[in-house]
């Protein structure tokens, strides 16, 4: 699984990116950025407040309840403030 | 006809409005988003956009073709910029073609209220202070709810 991190949830992570094989368990959204949270202390920083983050699976947003594949891409980010 | 570009170069106002004339075009409404200074400090050195490439053309993609459909518009472009900008600078460009006025007025409008919550940008703010993520306004998240609430005007 591709994953993506964007703006201060990349900042906290360290990187922009990383390739993934999630164990089974790790079936949603929620589910992913639990595990994530175990990669390293900047994931846990990130995912501290899972209100704060918004979610992206192929390009689109979607809860954090959806159900993810392995193939899928995957993008955590804060709420969007372009404009 | 839709066009929609994110780029670091700034845009010409004049040439994108002279793009979206034909002799059926009686009306181009453009809205400009320009760097200003809303840091508590007043002391805004630059401001930094990034966005999802791949997902944030489609993200304006789908917001000017939903603008399209809902009024009755001949021309649409978003321009957005990423990158390091400076106090004034241009952020972003909306302008719709249309017949008559009141189209083209509320395509800029509903364009914008939808970009500010379903397109994939994120702006940081450097101070003397240090660099910091804006974070979202709820007006905003109240703007584009609104439409959705409105009835379809039929034109």
């Given at each position: 699984?591709?994953?993506?991190?964007?703006?201060?949830?990349?900042?906290?992570?360290?990187?922009s990116?990383?390739?993934?094989?999630?164990?089974?368990?790790?079936?949603?959204?929620?589910?992913?950025?639990?595990?994530?949270?175990?990669?390293?202390?900047?994931?846990?920083?990130?995912?501290?407040?899972?209100?704060?983050?918004?979610?992206?699976?192929?390009?689109?947003?979607?809860?954090?309840?959806?159900?993810?594949?392995?193939?899928d891409?995957?993008?955590?980010?804060?709420?969007?403030?372009?404009? | 006809?839709?066009?929609?570009?994110?780029?670091?170069?700034?845009?010409?106002?004049?040439?994108?409005?002279?793009?979206?004339?034909?002799?059926?075009?009686?009306?181009?409404?453009?809205?400009?988003?320009?760097?200003?200074?809303?840091?508590?400090?007043?002391?805004?050195?630059?401001?930094?956009?990034?966005?999802?490439p791949?997902?944030?053309?489609?993200a304006?993609?789908?917001?000017?073709?939903?603008?399209?459909?809902?009024?009755?518009?001949?021309?649409?472009?978003?321009?957005?910029?990423?990158?390091?900008?400076?106090?004034?600078?241009?952020?972003?460009?909306?302008?719709?073609?249309?017949?008559?006025?009141?189209?083209?007025?509320?395509?800029?409008?509903?364009?914008?209220?939808?970009?500010?919550?379903?397109?994939?940008?994120?702006?940081?703010?450097?101070?003397?202070?240090?660099?910091?993520?804006?974070?979202?306004?709820?007006?905003?998240?109240?703007?584009?709810?609104?439409?959705?609430?409105?009835?379809?005007?039929?034109?």
């Amino acid at each position: 699984m591709r994953i993506l991190y964007f703006a201060w949830v990349r900042d906290n992570i360290g990187y922009s990116q990383e390739e993934l094989s999630c164990p089974k368990h790790v079936r949603t959204i929620n589910q992913l950025a639990e595990y994530l949270k175990l990669q390293s202390e900047g994931h846990a920083r990130a995912f501290d407040n899972m209100n704060a983050i918004r979610a992206a699976r192929n390009q689109q947003f979607v809860s954090h309840d959806t159900e993810l594949s392995d193939t899928d891409e995957v993008a955590f980010f804060p709420p969007v403030t372009g404009g | 006809m839709i066009k929609i570009r994110i780029q670091q170069e700034d845009f010409d106002v004049s040439a994108e409005i002279k793009s979206m004339s034909s002799k059926t075009v009686g009306a181009i409404a453009t809205f400009s988003g320009v760097v200003r200074d809303s840091s508590e400090s007043n002391s805004l050195i630059s401001l930094t956009l990034e966005h999802y490439p791949g997902m944030s053309e489609d993200a304006l993609e789908k917001i000017a073709a939903a603008a399209m459909q809902k009024g009755s518009l001949e021309a649409v472009r978003i321009i957005h910029r990423v990158g390091r900008l400076l106090p004034e600078d241009n952020i972003v460009f909306v302008g719709c073609a249309s017949a008559h006025r009141h189209a083209a007025f509320d395509g800029c409008r509903y364009i914008m209220d939808f970009l500010k919550t379903d397109a994939p940008f994120w702006k940081s703010e450097e101070t003397q202070e240090g660099r910091i993520w804006v974070s979202e306004r709820k007006k905003d998240q109240n703007a584009s709810k609104s439409w959705l609430s409105k009835k379809t005007k039929k034109s």
